[in-house]
C-alpha cells in the first residue's frame, strides 16, 4: 500500500511532551479500575461497593458469591482483555496503513470472524475450535481488502470503503445463515453477534485469555518497529529493518488479536478506531507510550459500554456492541471530516 | 456518469424485450412458488373461470398476489429513489441504503412506535421525515451546503450514519421487547406477511413518485452535465437537488415503512439501466422502475425457493445480489477521487 509516502508532521494539538506520558497513562489505568468495579456493581440487582470488596477479598460481612464470582468477574475480565485487545489491533493497523480511518471493523475483520464462526456453529464445531476459525475468517477478509486496495494506490478513504463493502458481504452472509437455520442454534448467537458480553463466563475467558494476553504483550513489545515504520519505509529499512517482512507480521498479529477477540465477544464495532485516537490526544504519536494509551482506553470503553448496557434499563440488557456503535459512527465521521485525506 | 451511449434502436428494442422477459418471468415465478405447494399458475387459471377451490383460491388472491404486488412495488420506489440519488449526487455509489436514508427511515419508524404519542404523524409521514433526516446529515457531511459534494465523503458519511441510526433501532427494540429474532427478519427486509392494504398503501407513493421522477427527468439529465451548465441552461441545480432528495426520501421512506431497509436494489438497478438504455433520464426513469420490479420479484421467488420450506426475507437476497456488486464498485470505480 502507500509504500514511500513522506512521514507527515505531527497531528497540531496533540500533545507530545514526553511529561504527560506518564501522568496520562496513571490517570487511565485509574479510569480503567474504576470501570472495573462499577462494571461489577451495576446490573439487575445492583451491588455496593462494600460487599464487592467483602466478596473479592473475603472479608467477612455481606458477600454476592454468586453474582460477582461467576457473573460479573469473569464478564470484566473479558471485557478488558478483548478491549485492550482490539484497541491494540486498531492501533497496529492505522500505523501500518496510515490510514486515520482503519480500524479491524473498517478493514472488514470483524464481519469476516463472525461469518466464519457462524458457518462453524452450523457445522456443529466444538467451542475449543472457534478462536481458530474466527481468525481464519478475518484473515479471509482483511485478505480480500488488501487485494481490493492493490489495483492502485488505495488512497486511505478508498480502503475504507473496500473494507465496509466486504463487511457488507460478509454481513449478508450472516444474516442469512442466522435467518435460515434453525432457531435453536442462534438463539444465544444472536445477541452475541451484536457484540455482547451477555452470558459470557468463565469458560470463555480460558478460551479467549491464554491467547490474547500473551499475544497483547508481544504486540506491546513491537511498539517501537511501529515507530520504525511511521518514518517512511526507506528510513526504516535504513535503519535495519526487514519492511517487506515485518509489516504483513504485524498485519497478521492485529488480524489474529481482533478474530480472537471477535469469536468471544462478537463484532464489537469501533473500539478499535476509538481507542487509539483518544490515545493519541493524550500522549501524542510516540508508539511505545501511545499502545499502552490505546489498550487502556479500549479497556475502559469496553468495561463502560458492557456496564452502561446494564445499567440503562435493568433487567434488560443493552448490547455493549449497540452503545460503541452509538458512539463510534458519529466519532468516525468527526475524523473523516478531520483528517485531512484520511492520513493520521 | 456516461451520458454518451448508444441510441441503437434495435438495442433499444432488444433491452426493452430483455426487460419485459424478467417481469414476465418474475411475477410468475413469484405467484408460483410458496408454501403450499398446491397453490400454483393453475390456480389463477381456475379462478379466472371460476372453478378453483376455496382454499387455494383465497391463497393465490390473500396471499401470493399482494405480496407479489408488493415486492415489484418496492422495487420501482427502490429503483427511482437510487436512480434520483445518483443523479443529483452525480455519484454512482450513491443510494438510499448506502446513503443512509433506509436506516434513518427505520429509525423514524422505531419512533414513531415507541412514542405515538409524542410524534402525533402516520407512520409513513415518521418514516420519511427519519429518511429525510439521514440524508439531509449525509448530505452535509459530504459539504453539500458549502456548494461542493466530497463523493467519498458522501458515502463513508452516508454509511456511518446508517450505521449509526441503525444501532438506534436495536438499542430502542432491545429496550422495547426482547424480540431479537422477529427484528432480525425486520431489519433485513422481509415481505412474507403483505397483504392488500400494504399493496394500495404503496401504489398510491409508486404512482406520485413516478410520475415525480418522470417530471424531474429532464432536470436530472442537466444535472448530470454539471452544476455549472445546469444552470446555464436555466435550471436552477439547488431546486433540482431539493426536489430530489425529497422524492427520493419519500421513496425510500415508504419502502421502509412497508418491508423494513431493503439494501442495494437501488444501488444495482439504476446501473443496469444505464447500461442497457444509456443516460437519458427520461428513458432511465421508466425503464428502471420496470427493471426494479423485475429484480424485486425475481428476488421474492428466489426468497421462497432457496431455503424451502423456510423463508429468506427478500431483503437478504438482494443483499445477497447486491454487496458483490458494491464491492465491485468500491474498487474499480473511477469517479470516487
Known sequence: ?344 | MRAAANRNPRRAALSTALIGAALGSGTMISLATGGRSDVGLVTLWELATGAADALPGATMLDIRMPRTAVAALLGVNLALSGLILQAITRNPLASPAILGINQGAALGLVAALAFPAASGLTLDAMAVAGALGAGTITFAIAGGFGGRIDPMRLVLGGVAVGAFAYAAVRFAYTLEDDLARSVVRWTVGDIGDMRWSNARALAVWSGIGGLLAAFLSHRLNMMALGEASSRGLGADPRWTLLAGAVVAAALAGVSVAVAGPIAFVGLVVPHVARALFGGDHRILVPAAAALGAALMLLADGASKMLAAPAEVPVGLVAAMIGAPYFLYLAIFSDALE
Open chain 1, 1 to 344: 500500500m502507500s509504500a514511500d509516502v513522506a512521514p507527515t508532521a505531527h497531528r497540531a494539538g496533540a500533545p507530545t511532551d514526553r511529561r504527560w506520558t506518564v501522568p496520562a497513562l496513571a490517570g487511565l489505568t485509574t479510569a480503567v479500575g474504576l470501570a472495573s468495579i462499577w462494571s461489577l456493581s451495576a446490573g439487575a440487582v445492583t451491588i455496593p461497593w462494600s460487599v464487592i470488596a467483602n466478596t473479592l477479598f473475603g472479608l467477612d460481612g455481606p458477600r454476592q458469591d454468586y453474582i460477582v464470582l461467576n457473573s460479573r468477574l469473569p464478564r470484566t475480565v473479558l471485557a478488558l482483555v478483548c478491549g485492550g485487545a482490539l484497541a491494540l489491533s486498531g492501533a497496529i493497523i492505522q500505523a501500518l496503513l496510515r490510514n486515520a480511518l482503519a480500524s479491524p471493523k473498517v478493514i472488514g475483520i470483524n464481519a469476516g470472524a463472525a461469518l466464519a464462526v457462524c458457518l462453524a456453529v452450523i457445522a456443529g464445531l466444538s467451542p475449543g475450535w472457534l478462536p481458530a476459525i474466527a481468525v481464519a475468517g478475518g484473515m479471509t477478509a482483511a485478505g480480500l481488502v488488501w487485494f481490493g486496495s492493490l489495483r492502485r494506490r488505495a488512497s486511505p478513504a478508498r480502503l475504507a470503503l473496500i473494507g465496509i463493502s466486504v463487511g457488507f458481504l460478509c454481513d449478508a452472509g450472516v444474516d442469512f445463515l442466522l435467518v435460515s437455520s434453525p432457531p435453536y442454534l442462534f438463539s444465544a448467537p444472536l445477541v452475541w453477534m451484536t457484540g455482547s458480553l451477555w452470558a459470557r463466563g468463565w469458560e470463555d475467558v480460558a478460551t479467549a485469555a491464554p491467547i490474547l494476553v500473551p499475544l497483547t504483550a508481544l504486540a506491546l513489545a513491537l511498539s517501537y518497529r511501529l515507530d520504525l515504520i511511521r518514518l517512511g519505509d526507506a528510513h526504516a529499512r535504513g535503519l535495519g529493518m526487514d519492511v517487506r517482512l515485518e509489516r504483513p507480521l504485524l498485519l497478521l498479529l492485529a488480524t489474529v488479536i481482533a478474530s480472537v477477540s471477535v469469536a468471544v465477544v462478537g463484532a464489537l464495532g469501533f473500539v478499535g478506531l476509538m481507542a487509539p485516537h483518544l490515545a493519541r490526544q493524550m500522549v501524542g504519536g510516540d508508539h511505545r507510550a501511545l499502545m499502552p494509551a490505546a489498550m487502556l482506553t479500549g479497556m475502559a470503553l469496553v468495561v463502560l459500554a458492557d456496564a452502561a448496557g446494564r445499567a440503562l434499563a435493568p433487567p434488560i440488557e443493552v448490547s455493549a456492541g449497540i452503545l460503541t456503535a452509538l458512539f463510534g459512527a458519529p466519532f468516525f465521521v468527526f475524523i473523516l471530516l478531520t483528517e485531512r485525506r484520511g492520513r493520521p
